[in-house]
């Protein structure tokens, strides 16, 4: 699905992602972790296309899409969320959703200004697609609140809802469980479950090992940018190199 | 109180106001006021030019004065020293604006932010220095006199009051008209999208660059069109026109009427206009009392009037169709309260 081959991101002298080689297949949950600032959303960023790589490559569905524009690459079926969920407070969460689908849509000004059939079909289609995918994140009972005044957990979902309105096949998660408590965490977790049954590949950046170890199918740690280690979460939780970098060495402990 | 909610945000206040804009030079025989309306209605114009760029598409044009001057310049310089009629100067100011437009937008909309707004904020000073020093061109700090008025051909004279009034109230209903369709359409919603973010906007597979630059154009078409309106009533501009003082004026009208709404930029240069008026007699003293209005607005009314309005009907409308769920939980297709109300809501945001 997604094989990434010697990625680097270099900013001046700092190597935020550096020589990181991964393959993420298909219809799976693929994680994610590593310390604060070991480049996680650095290498989102460089995947979804918001920056370009200084060096490697970034293949996705054996496309080369490296260096490619990020509303370019959204429209080949890449989506994302933000650490920060960003919406429209002043708007419903149904109307928050509808512009999801525009990147399946051709209408243009002049349709707008004759209000043409292809601009009334599409809108249609928006709508119905945002009314989908809120019923798909189980919020179809809050479609006519508030931004404003939905908790932090429904603002999550909605966020959820809005990338899969794009029709991504892959989706890229940045902390979507940040700032929920647990039993919502749980909740959240068969949400991306619920994503992959349905065909889409989940990569997720998270801080919640719970989370992770039993939600994920494949994790890639790094570290100061650099991929330490891959596997399951079972060989990643004995992995030496691993536990080295979350808890510090011996040696540190020592010294 | 419902009932009058209602009424607010339906159409049968838009026409009540239409037909009311309509009788008012029958009404008021003070032709003063009829020009000071045809004035403000112009201004209005412009007005939901910027609205599109800055509070749809959330970019702080600090050069919309600066087009509305090019527009006006346009008119001018075709009209005196060409000898042109007015309505194709007309069209031309707006093809300017396009173009115009379409230049500086290529250009700044690649910074963001405030950036943005002050690279624009300059634009405009460069826009009011041309103006005034290219003397072969602008007649420099002289302005230009005896602009051609729109011609009527025969059937009206529009150096009449009442019928530039009106020429200006069409002009008006069109620009309203056409934000109105832009507002709900899907094109609307993807300048919302920039508006909330950048990076949001394009993960959601928008071309960042492309929406941008034609917000902006459109916004600068308004700018010019209406001043080649302005041009044609008041016939002598000068560099003062690209002052941006009138910048910051149409940012106050859209900031009081409610930024990004459909109404807003209407009430806010309306009520302005007219609150001007009244405090006439204080001169430059007037700002005692404007600078505590903006203030209070501001904190209150973020949204401004329409706005602040739209907010509180929405709340008002949500928190009924809970109660409704609630009321009937066994419904398991808890969609239905929300549907009719969704339709509503975007009739609502379109008030």
């Known amino acids: 699905m997604l094989k990434i081959s010697n990625l680097t991101k270099r900013f001046g002298g700092l190597a935020a992602v550096n020589n990181v080689s991964v393959e993420f297949p298909a219809n799976q949950v693929n994680a994610i972790i590593g310390p604060n600032g070991a480049g996680k959303s650095t290498f989102f960023n460089l995947v979804a296309g918001a920056m370009p790589p200084s060096e490697g490559k970034i293949e996705y569905q054996g496309m080369d899409i490296t260096g490619m524009a990020p509303d370019r690459i959204a429209r080949l079926g890449v989506a994302r969320t933000f650490q920060t969920t960003m919406l429209f407070d002043q708007s419903t969460v149904l109307d928050n959703l509808i512009v999801g689908h525009r990147l399946r849509t051709q209408s243009r000004l002049w349709d707008v200004i004759i209000n043409s059939k292809r601009l009334r079909d599409e809108e249609k289609k928006c709508r119905s697609r945002a009314a989908e995918v809120l019923d798909f994140v189980g919020l179809s009972h809050i479609g006519h609140r508030y931004i404003a005044d939905i908790s932090q957990e429904e603002r999550k979902r909605v966020a959820f809802a809005l990338a899969m309105a794009t029709d991504p096949e892959l989706v890229l998660l940045d902390e979507p469980a940040g700032g929920i408590n647990p039993e919502e965490t749980e909740n959240l977790a068969d949400l991306i479950r619920k994503m992959v049954k349905h065909g889409i590949t989940v990569c997720l950046i998270e801080h919640k090992m719970d989370m992770i170890m039993s939600l994920a199918d494949k994790i890639m740690v790094l570290d100061h940018g650099e991929k330490i280690a891959e596997g399951t979460p079972e060989q990643i939780k004995n992995d030496p190199v691993v536990i080295e970098a979350y808890l510090g060495s011996e040696q540190d402990v020592e010294a | ?351």
Request: with cysteine; aromatic share 12%; glycine share 10%.
């Open chain 2, 1 to 351: 109180m419902d009932r009058l909610m209602n009424f607010l945000v339906s159409p049968v206040l838009k026409w009540a106001l239409l037909v009311l804009a309509v009788v008012f030079p029958l009404i008021s025989d003070n032709e003063y006021h009829i020009y000071v309306m045809a004035t403000a209605f112009i201004w209005a114009i412009a007005v939901y030019g910027m609205n599109i760029i800055t509070g749809y598409c959330g970019q702080l044009n600090l050069a919309h004065g600066g087009f509305f001057a090019i527009g006006a310049y346009v008119v001018a310089i075709l009209t005196v020293d060409h000898e042109w009629a007015f309505w194709p100067a007309f069209i031309a100011a707006g093809l300017a604006g396009a173009i115009f437009g379409f230049l500086v937008g290529v250009v700044s909309l690649r910074l963001k932010e405030h950036y943005f707004a002050i690279f624009t904020l300059c634009v405009g000073f460069i826009i009011y220095l041309l103006l005034e020093k290219w003397e072969e061109l602008t007649h420099g700090s002289l302005g230009i006199i005896n602009i051609a008025p729109p011609e009527g051909f025969g059937l009206v004279d529009f150096t009449e009051t009442v019928p530039f009034y009106y020429l200006v109230l069409a002009f008006l209903v069109l620009s309203v008209w056409l934000v109105s369709r832009l507002s709900r359409s899907l094109l609307g919603r993807t300048f919302l999208a920039i508006r909330i973010s950048d990076d949001l906007a394009q993960s959601l597979g928008i071309n960042l660059m492309r929406n941008k630059v034609l917000a902006f154009v459109l916004s600068t078409v308004y700018a010019a069109s209406a001043g080649a309106l302005y041009a044609g009533v008041v016939r002598f501009i000068g560099p003062a026109e690209a002052d941006v003082v009138h910048t910051f004026d149409m940012i106050t009208y859209l900031l009081v009427g409610g930024i990004g709404t459909l109404m807003g930029p209407l009430l806010g240069t309306l009520a302005i206009t007219w609150l001007t008026q009244m405090l006439q007699s204080l001169e430059e003293y007037r700002m005692i009392i404007f600078g505590p209005m903006l203030v209070i607005l501001v904190i209150f009314f973020p949204r401004g009037i329409v706005g602040g309005f739209l907010t509180w009907r929405g709340r008002r409308l949500a928190n009924k169709a809970s109660q409704q769920g609630q009321d009937g939980k066994s419904q398991t297709t808890v969609n239905t309260p929300s549907t009719p109300n969704a339709d509503k809501q975007e009739a609502g945001n379109n008030a």
